[in-house]
């Protein structure tokens, strides 16, 4: 390990030391964002697809497009959003690189604030990048990340249900962290459980909506809202969770 960067400010060497412990799952996750879209420039190149002509129809398809391998980018790249939380709380303790901590005078509760403060960051660079890429690449009129569903609010937006998504992530990669050694184990069993709950939600779905009364009592709006803040409070807990067990722990 590098020990120069405790030479710096305590806070600021534990936050250069948990992006630096990160960085290649931060990277990956980059990478994911403009899969997509590099994907379809590159096919549409290939298949001299591009707009012909001005003509505003043509530019609107091509930036819907986008648009969509922009969306397409965001769900790929929430992928690596377990495990950069699960690398952020079980990385060291798996190779005891962190018992190094025990010597330089830290409280705990700083060592587990910057890996918190490491994770949320990347979380909301991402958010931040691929939702307003998306927002930039949105043909006028057309409906966005942003846009609520039957006329409700932000929660009823797909840009809610984006949020609540990547919270779950990475709650269940830092609580798993917290507990396994193995911050591989915990960001696979994370990304398997989150995708378990969308499969069992998703049948939920197609089950009210087959078989609820057409009396509107439960429309499509407000199943859409539960989901949202359903997602938003087990990503709560459990990264209430992590962070209690985190602070509980003697070691790194």
Not at 40 to 51: C, I, Y
Not at 186 to 215: F, K, R
Request: charged share 15%.
């Amino acid at each position: 390990m590098n020990t120069n960067v405790y030479k710096r400010p305590p806070m600021l060497a534990l936050l250069i030391k948990d992006f630096r412990l990160c960085k290649p799952v931060i990277v990956a996750g980059l990478v994911a964002l403009f899969i997509p879209t590099a994907a379809f420039l590159f096919g549409t190149a290939v298949d001299r697809a591009f707009p012909s002509s001005i003509h505003p129809e043509h530019v609107r398809e091509f930036l819907q497009d986008l648009m969509t391998m922009m969306i397409f980018g965001l769900l790929l790249s929430a992928i690596t959003l377990p495990a950069v939380a699960a690398v952020a709380a079980a990385r060291e303790r798996r190779d005891r690189s962190g018992e190094f901590l025990h010597t330089v005078p830290i409280r705990r509760s700083r060592i587990v604030v910057s890996r918190i403060a490491v994770v949320f960051a990347w979380a909301i660079i991402l958010l931040f990048i691929g939702a307003g890429l998306t927002e930039i690449l949105r043909p006028a009129g057309a409906d966005g990340l942003f846009t609520p569903q039957d006329g409700g609010g932000f929660d009823a937006s797909p840009a809610a249900l984006l949020i609540a998504t990547y919270l779950l992530l990475l709650g269940a990669g830092w609580v798993l962290g917290a507990i396994l050694r193995s911050d591989t184990i915990a960001a696979a069993v994370a990304l398997g459980a989150c995708t378990l709950l969308g499969v069992v939600l998703a049948l939920e779905q197609n089950h009210i909506q087959d078989h609820w009364t057409p009396s509107g009592q439960w429309p499509p709006l407000f199943y859409f809202r539960f989901l949202v803040w359903l997602l938003i409070a087990i990503g709560s807990t459990t990264l209430i969770a992590g962070t209690i067990i985190s602070l509980r722990r003697t070691s790194p």
